[in-house]
């Protein structure tokens, strides 16, 4: 059993994005938390490209790096300089990086890294469940006030026995 290196949760839920419909985190991201260089990140992964297809890591579009650039207030020159677009990993591909970085670090953040996105699966599992009871609720009591107002009305209508059927206005003498 290795030592775990002590990774913040609240930094790899940070690097945790929604590109595409699908959970990712950036190659230099990752790289930062393995402690790597992005450039060595991407040559192992290349060096094992068999091991990635298209579901496990994607490459960004130019659109999506800018996007993700303005979204950060970042500058291309504080990224080092990269001269192509990053590289976005699933969960899955996040879990296969551990084949192809095999130091202690790399094994020991990629199980703080797979603890987050299961802790991330769990939330939206409780939020979707949340949600569903909640609409339940609401059609429920939805008939229920309708009930409520109904009764209201009746009881501001005065009941037909107290409505005098003669003709309306003063008598004079």
């Known amino acids: 059993m290795g030592s775990l290196i002590s990774v913040p949760v609240e930094r790899i839920e940070q690097s945790i994005l929604s590109i595409r419909g699908h959970k990712v985190m950036i190659d230099e991201d990752l790289a930062q938390l393995y402690g790597v260089t992005t450039k060595r990140l991407n040559q192992q992964v290349q060096r094992n490209i068999a091991r990635f297809p298209d579901d496990f890591m994607f490459q960004l579009s130019k659109e999506e790096h800018e996007s993700l650039?303005?979204?950060?207030?970042t500058s291309k020159t504080g990224r080092g300089g990269r001269r192509t677009e990053p590289y976005a990993f699933t969960e899955q591909g996040v879990a296969m990086l551990s084949s192809v970085l095999k130091s202690q670090r790399a094994i020991d953040v990629n199980i703080a890294i797979m603890r987050t996105f299961v802790k991330l699966r769990e939330l939206l599992m409780t939020h979707k469940e949340l949600a569903r009871k909640l609409e339940a609720m609401?059609?429920?009591?939805?008939?229920?006030?309708?009930?409520?107002?109904?009764?209201?009305?009746?009881?501001?209508?005065?009941?037909?026995?107290?409505?005098?059927?003669?003709?309306?206005?003063f008598v004079q003498d």
């Open 69 to 73: 650039r303005l979204q950060f207030a």
């Open 138 to 169: 609401e059609k429920k009591y939805d008939s229920q006030f309708k009930i409520v107002f109904d009764a209201i009305r009746q009881l501001m209508e005065p009941p037909p026995s107290l409505v005098k059927k003669g003709r309306i206005g």
